[in-house]
């Protein structure tokens, strides 16, 4: 049972929207900032947003992230076959003085 | 062109040790923190342990807590994960990964880049 809670699977078509949200409580995603993870099938995971809606150099700009309260969500537009991959959203908690992960979606492109 | 490679994976029996290590190169790895992450066969990503710049500073998952010893040689630019009393749960594929920070910002840090990972397998 992951501390941060996600979808375990989403799907969309070719150049279609897509959303993956990410729920938390008070103590992390409440008062901290959120990054979201890419893990390509068979590789290392890569950092894809920090601070809850930066995106690093590289990166397209169909990815994008929010934070609202003790939410956040991972926006990825004009989908494409490569962005089919394992999406988390991590933050630091302050109870219990580390940082936590979502459970991870599992985005499929049909 | 910042590079992590890990290493020290293998099969262990439970109830033994071992150790990995992360070899970094392309910054000046003393003036970051450091981390571990876990991703048990088929399941998410755990948080393990991060380690400050320093190495004055330590930090660790409760489920590894008082059974793993994060520490890093700076004069080496390598990190490592001391493992005793394994267990099957620990079985999982290590990543080390490099913090923004150095130190005591962990609220709004992250992790960028990682390694490719070293396996670890308890088992009898």
């Known amino acids: 049972q992951s501390v941060l809670t996600q979808p375990p699977s989403a799907s969309g078509t070719p150049g279609q929207r897509v959303t993956i949200s990410c729920s938390g409580s008070s103590s992390n995603i409440g008062s901290n900032t959120v990054n979201w993870y890419q893990q390509l099938p068979g590789t290392a995971p890569k950092l894809l947003i920090f601070r809850n809606n930066q995106r690093p150099s590289g990166v397209p700009d169909r990815f994008s992230g929010s934070k609202s309260g003790t939410s956040a969500s991972l926006a990825i537009s004009g989908l494409q076959s490569e962005d089919e991959a394992d999406y988390y959203c991590a933050a630091w908690d302050d109870s219990l003085n580390g940082w936590v992960f979502g459970g991870g979606t599992k985005l499929t492109v049909l | 062109e910042v590079q992590l490679l890990e290493s020290g994976g293998g099969v262990v029996q439970p109830g033994g040790s071992l150790r990995l290590s992360c070899a970094a190169s392309?910054?000046?790895?003393?003036?970051?923190?450091m981390s571990w992450v876990r991703q048990a066969p088929g399941k998410g990503l755990e948080w393990v342990s991060t380690i400050s710049g320093s190495g004055g500073s330590t930090y660790y998952a409760d489920s590894v807590k008082g059974r793993f010893t994060i520490s890093r040689d700076n004069s080496k630019n390598t990190l490592y994960l001391q493992m005793d009393s394994l267990r099957a749960g620990d079985t999982a594929i290590y990543f080390c990964a490099k913090n923004f920070y150095h130190s005591g910002n962990y609220p709004v840090d992250w992790f960028d880049p990682w390694g490719q990972g070293t396996l670890v397998t308890v088992s009898s």
């Open positions: 392309g910054f000046t790895f003393s003036s970051y923190a």
